[in-house]
């Protein structure tokens, strides 16, 4: 596939994004994250991300590239991506270097916030970013089959998951979804009234969530405890703030 033509890198060289990253990658990884100011959630430009690009960058870079996309998204300065090509060239192969467990809320769309392409992440979404087992065979799947090198959880801000299980809501299916949050709310030391209706507990309990899954994951996932502990796999916790598009990662 030829070269789509771009004109407006920060140098305002009429590069393709593409062979500016090729040529960057050439040097280190480092620098592709570093003096050259690309960073994961722009390797897609007008191409997927190739397992070479992929398996060049460590645990570390892909987290800090993720956290150089939302620094864009909050900015609205996004990459341009060229989906058709991203699409295409990702037709036959993918190589994601992270997988993200995200809530369903609307609002929260990881590969806007983090500013990513076609191809460069997975992103699982369950109402409460729980880990139940089917999440974490989408996560050993993610990691042990495909090659992701990071685990990121999200949770956000004034999540009504999280709101229905502090107040006990009973629903179908669901019921027994915020069974798996509630082991949260005893976790969370909070001083202020202890319900739905106060958005910061609200909040306290939704980092403490997130918090919780990714012990889910290491207690309950021996593929993905052994990779952590190989160093081949980070688990890296995150809130997402609705007001004002701020993500912010914990360990």
Excluded: W
Aim: charged share 25%; with cysteine.
């Amino acid at each position: 596939m030829s070269e789509i033509k771009h004109c407006c890198t920060e140098e305002g060289h009429s590069e393709s994004r593409r062979s500016v990253l090729k040529s960057a990658l050439g040097i280190t990884a480092a620098s592709v994250i570093g003096a050259v100011g690309l960073s994961l959630p722009t390797i897609s430009y007008a191409a997927s991300l190739s397992q070479e690009e992929r398996d060049k960058l460590t645990p570390d870079q892909i987290v800090n590239g993720l956290k150089e996309g939302n620094k864009r998204f909050i900015s609205g300065k996004m990459q341009q991506h060229d989906y058709l090509a991203q699409k295409q060239s990702s037709a036959d192969g993918q190589y994601p270097a992270a997988v993200i467990l995200s809530c369903i809320d609307s609002r929260a769309p990881a590969e806007i916030i983090f500013d990513t392409g076609i191809g460069e992440a997975f992103n699982a979404r369950i109402a409460g970013n729980v880990a139940n087992d089917d999440l974490l065979g989408s996560l050993e799947f993610a990691c042990a089959a495909a090659g992701a090198k990071v685990i990121l959880v999200m949770g956000h801000t004034a999540c009504g998951a999280v709101r229905g299980a502090i107040d006990g809501v009973e629903m179908g299916n669901l019921t027994g979804l915020l069974d798996r949050i509630k082991p949260a709310i005893e976790l969370t030391q909070f001083d202020g009234e202890k319900s739905g209706r106060n958005e910061k507990y609200v909040d306290a309990v939704a980092i403490s969530n997130v918090k919780n899954t990714m012990n889910d994951i290491r207690k309950n996932s021996e593929i993905i405890k052994k990779l952590e502990k190989e160093g081949k796999v980070k688990i890296v916790g995150s809130m997402y703030h609705l007001n004002g598009g701020k993500v912010e990662f914990f360990e």
